[in-house]
């Protein structure tokens, strides 16, 4: 059987985690009185972690912090999520039942999030599924993080991957930028958190469900 490797982005793709990611942005904006924003709203604020969310979710309530203030938030962000995880997050429709299909064709598994990697690896977890993936690295995993390919290269490195053998599976223009960067074959998914269709980013593959996602898929994507 091909060692392929499928490199997974988290939050969107793996994982629907907007409900808690919700929840705990707007714990922090309550403690200085803001209003909460609003579900329709995540899009454009997921994808470069926690302090990149938190700061956006000020800039929409025409609130200016500090870097030690943003510091403090993010303390607070991160133990308010961390001691309620995992929460209402589930991973997609789906998605165990594809994991189970494709390690059948020996296929493995990686992760590579810009959430903080401690919450990544807290979130596994505590769903129970940390052991079904050979690496795992977050966004400050190293200096750099997607849509840097080197984010996905180092992932690979981890996994003892090799390029030409893997696949990136992911919801937004950092993940699809980053396979570009790193020349590595991806599938965009519709349903997370991109602000744009995921068909604009013009990822090589798209399912709209894991059940499309197959041995067959990945070889086809592998081979072009």
Do not use: W
Not at 45 to 62: C, E, H, N, P
Not at 165 to 182: E, L, Q, Y
Not at 188 to 193: A, I, K, Q
């Amino acid at each position: 059987m091909d060692d392929i490797l499928i490199v997974f982005d988290l939050d969107g793709t793996l994982i629907d985690t907007s409900h808690d990611l919700l929840d705990s942005l707007n714990f922090c904006l309550s403690t200085i009185d803001l209003e909460p924003v609003e579900y329709g709203q995540l899009s454009v604020l997921v994808g470069q972690g926690a302090k990149a969310m938190l700061t956006r979710a000020f800039d929409i309530r025409s609130k200016s912090v500090s870097d030690s203030e943003l510091n403090d938030f993010f303390e607070l962000f991160v133990s308010h999520y961390g001691k309620n995880m995992p929460g209402k997050s589930r991973a997609y429709d789906g998605l165990d039942e594809a994991l189970e299909r494709l390690q059948i064709d020996g296929v493995r598994f990686a992760i590579c999030t810009n959430k903080h990697e401690s919450l990544a690896r807290l979130l596994m977890e505590k769903l129970g599924m940390s052991d079904q993936f050979v690496a795992l690295t977050g966004g400050n995993s190293f200096s750099f993080r997607k849509p840097d390919g080197r984010h996905i290269l180092e992932t690979i490195k981890l996994a003892n991957g090799k390029p030409d053998r893997t696949i990136m599976i992911g919801d937004s223009i950092n993940d699809i930028a980053a396979t570009k960067d790193a020349g590595i074959p991806s599938i965009g998914v519709p349903f997370g958190f991109s602000d744009v269709p995921i068909a604009d980013l013009k990822p090589d593959g798209i399912i709209s469900h894991y059940d499309e996602l197959t041995y067959q898929l990945i070889i086809e994507l592998l081979n072009k």
